[in-house]
């Protein structure tokens, strides 16, 4: 049930130490694996025609919705069978937004979900704030507010609702951004219609300050925020998550898999396993949204939803300590400004781990083209000055994903 937990969650801290682990610091808890009690409820959990065990679940903070500690990001998902799998194995919460797949992603769920009983899903979509049209923010404030209400009654229409459980402000960057008051009226205007139960804000970039900043507006419910095992900051974003957590926000994270391989020719997988049971460790965290999309991706990650304690094994595979550059950028932006053209190097970066971690060319193409970055951008310099803190070929990766742009988009539908 997609409600207020009736019972309360049994918490039994495995309090034996794994060898290393405090070293490193690698999991929310230092030396306990922290493996929530086995619900006594959950999905029918059956995955390949098997009872699957049955999911720890957590509360969303001042929400009171219940969900297992496993969701689905559904953006980079274009296959309603395997959403479709993923509710039938116990699943409970879908997250997409206005943007993902030029609408398609909504329009897809919506026809799944249809004609399935209300209260056995959490639906929770995005709309992009002021901050993410170019202009937007300098027009009047009511303009700034119709125009998101006007993207998310088009969302409402796509996934076939009334009212979706979770609408987010899609991205916020800055504590400004996040402060905005035309998007906090948008968000107060749609959860006071019905339309929306509950109203957050997604957050890639300076996660600490934006999530802090969301609890210090008093008007965001949840909080969704990158958060894995790359970021060099963890500790800062752990920290700012307890802060939300504790002031009643609900937690969600996104980006646990941080972008999937370590190598671009996706010969060195990330161990998927070991990176979500490392956010999902962490307890003020409600639930993780992986963007599976093969039915096996949808099985691995199922398999951690019971236990989350981590083995050693698990623990050296997340290569903690090691100056492995891999594919996730932090988005600290670091490298801006040592960058001779000022280029948008962060999402850039991103759009080269939609690329070539999660095989989403469209959504780099999409985020790509929308950037105003010429076809060479990095041409006319002789050598780059840009500094990665993650140690990335930052030429060599723009001069990569910039190809995107002579694609005509079309190419994509």
Known sequence: MATKATHIERRDFIKKGLAGLAAVGAVPGAVRAAALGKATEGGPGRLAGREAAKPILRTLGRTGLEMPVVSMGVMNADNP????????????????AYVYQRGRNEQMIGEVIKGRPRDSYILATKVPGSNREKGMAEQPADFQIKSFLDKFDLSLERLGLDQVEILYLHSPDTVKDTLAEPMLEALTRAKKSGKARYVGLSTHRSEPDVIRAAVKAGVYDV?????????????????????????????????TQAGVYWDKEKQQPINMRAALKWALNDTNVTTAIPGFTTFDQLKEDLSVWSDLTMTEQEIRDLKFGEQAAGLYCQQCGQCES???RGLPIPSLMRGYMYAYGYRNLQAAHELVGSLEVAGNPCGSCASCSAACAKGFDLRGRVSDIVRLKAVPGDFFA
Do not use: P
């Open 81 to 96: 069978n395997l959403v479709r799998e993923a509710l039938d194995s116990g699943i409970v919460m879908l997250d997409t």
């Open 223 to 255: 909080v969704l925020t990158a958060y894995n095992f790359r970021q060099d900051h963890r500790d800062e974003v752990r920290k700012a998550i307890a802060e939300a957590a504790g002031a009643g926000l609900g937690v969600v994270a996104m980006k």
């Open 338 to 340: 040592g960058c001779a």
